[in-house]
């Protein structure tokens, strides 16, 4: 089992940026795969953001292509979610998981451990 941890959350005008943190304990973190997700208020949990064991490899939703990163420190158990021009439509909760299965999915029950999440608002 693992034990996640998300941070750095905030208000923010559309446009700005914000960094989130997912600390994890546990279960070696280098021997999982980490996603980010986020829910708006009324609408499903979707897929923002993947990234391999290693950090070789991400994937993105279509959304925040180009405008987010994903990367992860294995040396400091920790998972980033860097986000640029924010848009409103950005709100939301977002949630940190981890992926014991090596290969990626953007399926939420493809993931076997989540945080609690952080809360992103993104004003107009």
């Known amino acids: 089992q693992v034990v996640l941890v998300e941070s750095g959350g905030g208000l923010v005008q559309a446009g700005g940026s914000l960094r989130l943190s997912c600390a994890a304990s546990?279960?070696?973190?280098?021997?999982?795969?980490m996603g980010w997700f986020r829910q708006a208020p009324g609408k499903e949990r979707e897929f923002v953001a993947g990234?391999?064991?290693?950090?070789?490899?991400?994937d993105y939703a279509d959304s925040v292509k180009g405008r987010f990163t994903i990367s992860r420190d294995n040396a400091k158990n920790t998972v980033y979610l860097q986000m640029h021009s924010l848009e409103p439509e950005d709100t939301g909760v977002y949630y940190c998981?981890?992926?014991?299965?090596?290969?990626?999915?953007?399926?939420?029950?493809?993931?076997?451990?989540w945080g609690q999440g952080t809360q992103v608002t993104v004003s107009s």
């Open positions: 990234i391999s064991r290693s950090g070789g490899n991400t």
């Open positions: 998981a981890a992926r014991f299965a090596v290969t990626p999915t953007r399926v939420t029950s493809g993931y076997d451990d």
């Open positions: 546990g279960r070696t973190f280098s021997t999982y795969r």
